[in-house]
């Protein structure tokens, strides 16, 4: 009998592992599912490190304006993520809600494209540019920010800090830029780069005294998964 009990009890251990593998590896063959607005700079960067990493994934357009359109104020999207903001990324059996987090798990999972530089110090300089970009100026010119402030102050707000960050920004990038944000293969500053300069222009900040910002942004332009990425290319892009 105490035979037969060892048996039976390894054969359930060997069971729930092989159960586990094959729940694992169901999970990582699942198409990724993005929730994004088209217009979100946040969204605009997971979709271009998705396109560098040439992940396929099935989009799923969700408004951060309150209209008729499947939007981010609903029970059900709370669920997915509680702040009710873009981008969600739902990926190999989890949901992330964070782009710079959602970058850096899909460089730590997806290693054949990779968006981080190999050496510390490159490292350092990539993720030194996407905090500037992504704690000291996006945040600042929100849309909820320029919605809380009132549409008298909102576009001097956002231009002012703007300015500010593109300031400091622009002095970073002239000591660590290639061809893109650091050095001459794209990475995760560079990601981050395109939707900024975006927002610059639809707020109106000048951008002449930023010729690296510029040179840098032009650059990128031109790669094929920034311009399939681009807001104009989303299918909840306003049409009129």
Same mark, same amino acid.
């Given at each position: 009998?105490?035979?037969?009990?060892?048996?039976?009890?390894?054969?359930?251990?060997?069971?729930q592992i092989?159960? $586990?593998?094959?729940?694992?590896?169901?999970?990582?063959? +699942?198409?990724?599912?993005?929730?994004?607005?088209?217009? /979100? /700079?946040?969204?605009?960067?997971?979709?271009?490190? #998705?396109?560098?990493?040439?992940?396929?994934?099935?989009?799923? !357009?969700?408004?951060?304006?309150?209209?008729?359109?499947?939007?981010?104020?609903?029970?059900?999207? $709370? +669920?997915?993520? !509680?702040?009710?903001?873009?981008?969600?990324?739902?990926?190999?059996?989890?949901?992330?809600?964070?782009?710079?987090?959602?970058?850096?798990?899909? %460089?730590?999972?997806?290693?054949?494209?990779?968006?981080?530089?190999?050496?510390?110090?490159?490292?350092?300089?990539?993720? %030194?540019?996407? %905090?500037?970009?992504?704690?000291?100026?996006?945040?600042?010119?929100?849309?909820?920010?320029?919605?809380?402030l009132g549409?008298?102050?909102?576009?001097?707000?956002?231009?002012?800090?703007?300015?500010?960050?593109?300031?400091?920004? %622009?002095?970073?990038?002239?000591?660590?830029?290639?061809?893109?944000?650091?050095?001459?293969?794209?990475?995760?500053?560079?990601?981050? #780069?395109?939707?900024?300069?975006?927002?610059?222009?639809?707020?109106?900040?000048?951008?002449?005294?930023?010729?690296?910002?510029?040179?840098?942004?032009?650059?990128?332009?031109?790669?094929?998964?920034?311009?399939? /990425?681009?807001? $104009?290319k989303q299918?909840?892009?306003?049409?009129?």
């Amino acid at each position: 009998m105490s035979f037969l009990k060892h048996l039976n009890s390894r054969l359930r251990f060997f069971a729930q592992i092989g159960k $586990r593998m094959f729940s694992s590896s169901h999970c990582k063959n +699942e198409k990724p599912i993005l929730y994004s607005y088209c217009l /979100s /700079s946040c969204s605009w960067r997971v979709r271009i490190a #998705l396109g560098l990493k040439n992940i396929s994934y099935d989009l799923k !357009p969700t408004s951060l304006l309150k209209t008729d359109a499947v939007h981010s104020y609903t029970p059900e999207y $709370r +669920e997915l993520n !509680p702040m009710q903001q873009v981008p969600v990324l739902q990926i190999d059996g989890q949901t992330l809600c964070d782009s710079v987090a959602i970058m850096h798990y899909l %460089e730590e999972t997806r290693k054949d494209t990779l968006i981080l530089p190999q050496n510390p110090q490159g490292r350092a300089k990539v993720r %030194e540019i996407v %905090e500037i970009i992504c704690s000291g100026i996006q945040p600042l010119q929100n849309r909820l920010v320029l919605a809380h402030l009132g549409k008298e102050k909102s576009i001097e707000w956002a231009q002012h800090w703007i300015t500010r960050g593109f300031i400091g920004l %622009e002095t970073v990038l002239s000591s660590s830029s290639g061809r893109y944000c650091v050095g001459d293969e794209i990475s995760m500053a560079d990601c981050c #780069l395109v939707p900024q300069v975006f927002n610059a222009r639809r707020y109106h900040v000048n951008l002449d005294p930023y010729p690296t910002i510029l040179r840098i942004n032009a650059n990128l332009e031109s790669e094929q998964v920034v311009i399939d /990425s681009h807001p $104009r290319k989303q299918p909840d892009y306003p049409k009129k």
